[in-house]
C-alpha cells in the first residue's frame, strides 16, 4: 500500500485522462460505501443512464471491481485495459495493484463512452487513488476508527483523510453522526464552498416493515421506498443514495422518483446479508470491521426466526477480532474458525482462543471450502448458516458454493 495521487496521475495523463470523459460520483466512508454506489449506480442505469460502478474487492473474479450496467466487463476488456496501464510509463516506481486496478477502471470507462462512472475510494480518501477524479457529488457514508495505520488513530483524523475527498463547490452527502468527525468535514466544507447535506438532518427516512420506508429528502418525500439489501442498516445506505440522486437531479440529471423506485429494487450486491441458500438458510456477508459485525449480529438476532445458527467466521489481522468476536458469536450455536487464502488472516488458533470464554460448540478448519462444506454437512434444513468475518472468506464460499 502507497498512499498518494502522482503516480496514478502520470499513468492517466499518459493515457489521455480518460476519468475527464465522463461524469463522476465519488464515494468514501468506513461501512456501506459499496452499497451505496452500487445502489446510485442501479438507479442511474434505471433512469436510462450507461454507469460503470468502480468497487473493491472483488468476491471471486477481478472482473467485478469494473461493471458497466450491472454487469461485470468481460476477460477481454479486462486484459485490454491491463496491456493499456502496462504499456505508459508510470513515473518513478511501479504502481499499487490498487492504483493498477483503478487506472485500468478508469481507462475502461473512458473507452466505452458512459455517461456517470460511480468510484468508489479504496482506503480513506485525501491519498486514495481514486482521488484523482472531480465528481458531480461527493459521498462519506459513515466513519470509525479503521486502517490506523495509515489513516490515523482518532475520528477526527479519519475525517480530515476521507474529507479529502470534498471538492470546491461540489455537494457532499453524508451519513456522519460523531461531532468531532463532523466538525472536520464542515470546516473543509466550508473552505470549499461545498454544501453539506446529513442524514438525519437535511434528509431522513422513517422506517416500516423490514427494508421498506419512507425517505424525507431536501426536495421529495416518497413513501413505501423499498430496498433489495436487507438489514437496518441498508435503510440509511438507501437513503444517501437518494440524497445523491437528489443533488444530480439539481445539477441538471434526469432522474425520477420511479427510477429510484426501481433501482433500489433492482439493486444486488453480494457478499451482504446475501442468502444462497433456503435449506439450510445459508447468509454471507463480509463482516469485515467491528461496525459491520454489529450490524450483522443485530440482523442475525433479529431476522432468523431463532433458528440454530452456526458461523463460519475467518478474520484478518489488521482488525479488531476480540471486539467482532464479542458481536457475533454471542447470537451463534456453533462457531467453525477458518482462515482465507490471503496472507493476511489471522491464525484460526487464535480466533478459538479468544472465543473459547463464550461456552459455544467450536471447530478448526482453516481451509475456507473445507469448513463451509462441514457446516452444510452438519446443518439440517431449518438450521442457519452464516459465513462472515472477511470479504475474502466470503469470496471463497461463495465461489465453492456456485
Known sequence: IKLGLSTIRRILEELGNPQNHCACIHVAGTNGKGSIASGIASILNAAGYRTGLYTSPHLVTFNERISINGKP???????????????????????????FATAMALYDFGRETIDWAVIETGMGGRLDATNIVRPAVSIISNLSLEH???????????????GGIIKKDVPVVTGVRQTGAL???????????????????????????????????????WPDMKTRLMGR???????????????????????????????????????????????????????????AAQNLATFLAEETDQRPITMVIGILD??????????????????????????????????????????KEMMLLPDV??????????????????????????????????
Open 73 to 99: 466487463i468481460s476477460n477481454a476488456r479486462v486484459v485490454a485495459a491491463y496491456k493499456a496501464v502496462k504499456n505508459v510509463h508510470h513515473g518513478s516506481r511501479e504502481p499499487t495493484f490498487f492504483e
Open 183 to 221: 466538525s472536520v468535514l464542515n470546516n473543509i466544507a466550508a473552505a470549499k464552498s461545498a454544501p453539506v447535506l446529513r442524514l438525519g438532518k437535511d434528509f431522513r427516512v422513517r422506517r416500516k416493515s423490514g427494508s421498506t420506508f419512507t425517505y424525507f429528502g431536501m426536495q421529495n418525500r
Open 233 to 291: 442498516h441498508q435503510v440509511d445506505n438507501a437513503a444517501i443514495s437518494l440524497a445523491a440522486c437528489e443533488c444530480l437531479s439539481r445539477g441538471g440529471a434526469s432522474i425520477s422518483e420511479e427510477n429510484c423506485r426501481q433501482g433500489l429494487l433492482n439493486l444486488f450486491w453480494p457478499g451482504r446479508l446475501e442468502i444462497v441458500s433456503e435449506s439450510p438458510r445459508i447468509i454471507l456477508d463480509g463482516a469485515h470491521n467491528l461496525v
Open 318 to 359: 489488521d482488525k479488531p477480532y476480540k471486539a467482532m468476536l464479542s458481536a457475533l458469536i454471542p447470537v451463534t450455536q456453533k462457531v467453525i474458525f477458518t482462515r482465507p487464502k490471503i496472507d493476511r488472516g489471522l491464525p484460526p488458533e487464535t480466533l478459538y482462543a479468544e472465543a473459547r470464554q463464550y461456552g
Open 148 to 162: 490506523q495505520d495509515y489513516l490515523g488513530n482518532t475520528l477526527a483524523q479519519i475525517a480530515a483523510e476521507k
Open 369 to 402: 471450502q473445507q469448513a463451509v462444506q462441514r457446516a452444510v454437512n452438519q446443518a439440517t434444513p431449518d438450521d442457519v448458516i452464516c459465513i462472515a468475518g472477511s470479504l475474502y472468506v466470503v469470496g471463497e464460499a461463495r465461489a465453492s458454493l456456485s
